[in-house]
């Protein structure tokens, strides 16, 4: 069965600095990877999801991310933040060829400084 | 109607009332989700539904009874409920299957439960 970590409950930037959240998964084989954001009261929105191909993928809100196989990582990035950007980022992980069933990490709650 | 719509958004209820909670999904999508949210606590998945069949039923106290009518529709029946199920309830849909475009789930924007 697959996993997922993010290591960060919490980060705090300032907004226009750059954003790294971090994710590693545990998996076989290629997995399918997913980021979603919630903003509070909100349900969960897709922001970008890796299945093949391309290593760095294009999310949308500027975010991107990039899936590193030799460190089981899917780390999402944004080169400057925006104070709307404060939300809950959850990554998820899903079975390619097992369960269609995604597991989600615990989530990271990005916090933006004006 | 576009994706997935949740109703209510809000509900209040004591611990003897019987209500239900509404999802329905415009994507055409063949699974349906239900998550629990509650604060500081990851996400639960509840139960799933597949081409209308229950798939997964993860330990969900029976108070909690789900029901899912054909593939765009799914609801979730509360009786009895205690103040810890107070949480976000969120409903997601998927199209199954291998390859890119697929298993990405989609989420309403979730029942707010506060049990009294």
């Known amino acids: 069965a697959q996993s997922v970590t993010q290591p960060d409950i919490h980060i705090t930037v300032s907004e226009g600095a750059s954003l790294e959240l971090r994710c590693n998964y545990s998996?076989?084989?290629?997995?399918?990877l997913f980021w979603y954001v919630q903003s509070p009261g909100q349900g969960l929105q897709l922001l970008l999801k890796?299945?093949?191909?391309?290593?760095l993928v294009q999310g949308i809100k500027g975010f991107e991310a990039e899936f590193k196989r030799s460190q089981s990582s899917f780390n999402l990035r944004k080169p400057s933040v925006h104070w709307s950007d404060a939300a809950e980022y959850f990554c998820?992980?899903?079975?390619?060829?097992?369960?269609?069933?995604?597991?989600f990490g615990r989530g990271t709650s990005l916090i933006v400084h004006p | 109607e576009t994706g997935v719509t949740q109703t209510p958004r809000h509900l209040v209820m004591g611990m003897t009332n019987k209500k239900s909670l509404k999802c329905e999904q415009h994507?055409?999508?063949?699974?349906m989700y239900w998550y629990k949210q509650s604060a500081k606590k990851p996400l639960e998945l509840m139960f799933v539904y597949n081409f209308k069949e229950q798939t997964e039923n993860n330990s969900v106290p029976s108070r909690f009874s789900p029901e899912c009518p054909n593939s765009s529709h799914l609801f979730l029946h509360l009786h009895t409920l205690q103040p810890e199920d107070s949480a976000l309830y969120l409903c997601a849909s998927s199209q199954t299957g291998q390859g890119r475009g697929y298993n990405e789930q989609f989420f309403g924007p979730g029942t707010r439960l506060t049990v009294l």
């Open positions: 994507l055409g999508h063949n699974a």
């Open positions: 890796y299945f093949s191909g391309d290593t």
């Open positions: 998996y076989g084989a290629t997995p399918y």
């Open positions: 998820a992980v899903g079975a390619q060829g097992g369960s269609y069933i995604p597991t």
